[in-house]
């Protein structure tokens, strides 16, 4: 029986929606079955590139010195060692500006875990309960770049480093920094009696507190603001710093308008310590703890590698305006006579002794630095 030319083309229609039908749940199977073998999308691409770990590392500087560029090689080379698996994240000024005591709030940042890592000035360490590492702040003892370069290698640094241990924090290396001199904003320190009762603006730190007040001066611990108002009023005479920093003090209440610096007068010099919060490094892989680790000694070779020289460093100093003094060797004996009551003090601890007299022995067997040649006002 032959169909009508309508009937004929309803049937063409419902096999071609029949057609279409078909089609698409053969897709829809098809997607299902994807889905099904590959698990939720998102998921995958985590999977397949992990999110790399942040650790933030904490520090007070924020300016081109030592430490910053120490930082961004460290974080460098933890992102080439990782293959990106682990960022190293600065935070500069970590210790805020509203009062002193910034070393001490970050390494309490980092103890509590608020910062995984942090880098701090060995010298803070003794206001809280860590006493590793004060033959490093012992007056007139490591004071050229030949000897800071040495003191900061494992057979030192390993010993001190272990001295952290029940604090909250792990050390993995010191960073070299510099010798640290006195500042003048008015007349050169060259005697005890123009340090007498003198308010010096330095970090704190019991040890080279103990240093400044042997010599005569009241040592402070000022924020920035702070200490730039005390040097304008007269309140504050003179700063402990290093020739790298210099540029960071405020402006000299004398005629060059420039800090004047007693060049041969190392009281000691400035060494940082590279931490890790205990809990943060648990919860890296081992992989993970040893490229920490390889990074920073890498980091501190290549640190030391660019060790100036005093003498270098205050050559700079006069080119951009400074002015740089020179004891004579009478009163660096007076100097040194009046700090040595600080020794008896450090040295009633059985390991700083013994690492003290390590530190003369290698001083003894350590070439100086070239001598730190002076420059005057008249010259500017």
Known sequence: MSRSPKVVAIVKSANLWAAILAFGMLLAAASCTYRDSTEDPTQAATTANPRPKVLRLGTQDDANVPTRGQIEEFARQVEDLSGGGLVIEPVYRAGGDAEGGWDQRIAKRVISGDLEMAVVPARTWDTEGVLAFRALSAPFLVTSSAMISEVVKPDYARGMLAGLKDSGVSGLVLFPDGPRVLFSFTVPI???????????????????????????????????????????????????????????????????????????????????????????????????????????????????????????????????????????????????????????????????????????????????????????????
Request: hydrophobic content about 40%; some cysteine; proline content about 4%.
């Open 190 to 380: 060259l005697t005890l009696a123009d340090i007498k009762g003198m308010v010096i603006r330095a970090p704190l730190s019991a040890t080279n507190y103990a240093v400044l007040e042997s010599l005569g001066a009241v040592p402070r611990d000022l924020a920035d603001q702070e200490f730039g108002e005390e040097v304008e009023s007269g309140t504050v005479g003179g700063a402990e710093s290093s020739m790298a920093y210099a540029s960071n003090l405020p402006r000299a209440l004398n005629r060059t308008g420039h800090a004047i610096a007693t060049g041969n007068l190392v009281l000691h010099s400035k060494i940082s310590t590279l931490v890790i919060n205990d809990k943060a490094k648990a919860a890296l892989t081992e992989e993970e703890q040893q490229v920490l680790q390889e990074a920073a000694d890498a980091t501190r070779d290549w640190a030391s590698s660019l060790l100036s020289p005093l003498s270098s460093e205050a050559r700079k100093y006069c080119e951009n305006g400074g002015k740089v003094v020179l004891a004579t060797d009478q009163q660096i004996a007076a100097f040194r006579d009046a700090a040595a009551q600080v020794y008896r003090v450090l040295e009633q601890d059985a390991d700083t002794r013994n690492l003290i007299a390590r530190f003369r022995d290698l001083a003894a067997r350590t070439p100086g630095d070239p001598a730190v040649q002076p420059c005057d006002f008249d010259t500017y």
